[in-house]
């Protein structure tokens, strides 16, 4: 059987090369087509994480951690205490690579001539960014960020310090409410003005450091919410039902799922239409295909009637129309995951789209687009390559196999 298996695979191949501008030119087509579905699922991926990640970084974190009621009523009423015991183990230990306690609270910002309203957040700088919420050094504009949780100066989106006619040094004054819904304020001065991907983000959120706004809110150690990250957005679902264990029933654990369902139906939409792009654009390209293998099986039906007379079963013959028709998806595929590579790497340092930032800012997007080349992506392709393109194979394969002999030798 091996034998026989060796003899078909190099007459396949000889058979494949006999029209080689045929060949070459379903080559091209199949490798364009491949290199097509993962450039363009690299692009929806990028777009989607950018969606994601920018979601995460308003929301901010991949798990929350709540009292009852909060996220209705985000209030100091509705603080928790700082994690302790089984809560704060679970997010000292992996999978959890990084968590932030902070204070969020809706409050009033006013400046000399304006008045905004925004939400305002109590935080450590060091947790914040090794969960990535806090603005980049890079995304600080002017100024500085906070230096630690009891830096008691503010930092202000560049887009609500236009709105409010303030800037760097000039003091604001915020006003929010305490436990006992009396009117807490204190005037802060600003410290760095920080600029985000979205403007919408510079004008809804404003830093402080947590121990200057826990004392402002007469709050003493409680915070708002706690915020974790796994450092991937996509598998929540492993680890959260072990912060939900350790919270207990007197705490609310809620995935960015949960908290941004929109989020989470965008990431299924990108997956489906990502799965329907491949299989329609390989549906076209496998018409190629069928004609390709159809026209080898008309220009060779002496041939195959010779075999079948000299006793090649048409078991054998099916198989060998199969291997060529594998050889030239496996050469494709070499070539267009090949290119989609050498296109997409390049690109991964991101695409300048500030063009239509207007549209882009729609969506939940920057103005720089960042292609996302996953190995998934590249090994699904091939998968939907290998399984229709031996499906197409099938049928010119399977007539071959089922021409009588003695009408094939005698067709002129």
């Known amino acids: 059987m091996s034998g026989a298996l060796a003899v078909s695979a190099r007459l396949a191949w000889r058979n494949l090369w006999r029209n080689h501008r045929r ?17 363009m699922s690299a692009l ?5 994480d950018q969606m994601v990640r920018n979601g995460l970084r308003t929301l901010p974190g991949e798990v929350q951690v709540h009292a009852p009621g909060y996220r ?12 302790q015991g089984a809560l704060l183990s679970a997010l000292q230990q992996p999978p959890v690579q990084a968590w932030s306690a902070r204070v969020r609270v809706p409050a009033m910002i006013a400046s000399e001539r304006e008045s905004r309203g925004v939400t305002l957040l109590g935080v450590d700088p060091a947790s914040e960014r090794a969960l990535g919420s806090a603005p980049h050094a890079d995304e ?22 236009r709105k409010l006619d303030t800037g760097l040094g000039k003091r604001v004054v915020i006003m929010s409410q305490d436990p006992q819904n ?4 204190r005037g802060m001065r600003v410290v760095g003005l920080f600029r985000a991907r979205l403007e919408g983000t510079e004008e809804l959120y404003a830093y402080t450091g947590r121990q200057p706004l826990q004392a402002l809110l007469n709050i003493g150690d409680e915070i708002s919410e706690v915020a974790a990250s796994a450092g991937d957005y996509r598998h929540t679902a492993r680890w959260a039902p072990a912060l939900v264990s350790a919270a207990g029933p007197q705490l609310e654990v809620k995935t960015w799922r949960e908290l941004d369902p929109y989020l989470g139906t965008m990431l299924r939409v990108q997956d489906g239409f990502s799965l329907i792009f491949m ?7 496998s018409f190629g295909l069928v004609n390709t293998l159809a026209m080898a099986v008309f220009e060779r039906v002496r041939e195959i009637g010779l075999m079948q007379a000299l006793g090649m079963r048409p078991g054998a013959i099916l198989r060998l129309l199969l291997l060529e028709s594998l050889y030239l998806l496996l050469l494709s595929l070499v070539a267009g995951n090949l290119a989609a590579w050498l296109t997409i790497k390049p690109l991964e340092r991101g695409i300048d789209l500030s063009i239509v930032a207007e549209g882009m800012a729609m969506m939940g997007l920057g103005t720089t687009l960042y292609p996302a080349l996953a190995w998934s992506d590249m090994l699904f392709s091939t998968a939907v390559v290998v399984l229709l393109g031996v499906l197409a194979s099938l049928l010119p394969a399977w007539r071959a ?6 009408q094939a030798i005698n067709q002129v």
């Open 23 to 39: 060949t070459l030119i379903m080559l091209a087509a199949i490798s364009i087509g491949v290199w097509a579905m993962i450039f």
């Open 44 to 48: 929806m991926r990028g777009m989607t």
């Open 72 to 83: 209705d009523d985000p209030s100091v009423a509705n603080s928790m205490a700082w994690p």
């Open 140 to 161: 600080i504009s002017e100024g500085r960020f906070l230096e630690g949780p009891g830096d008691d100066g503010i930092v202000l989106g560049a887009a609500l310090a």
């Open 182 to 185: 009396n009117v807490a304020d």
């Open 279 to 285: 299989v329609v654009i390989f549906a076209v390209l």
């Open 401 to 406: 196999a089922r021409l009588d002999p003695v």
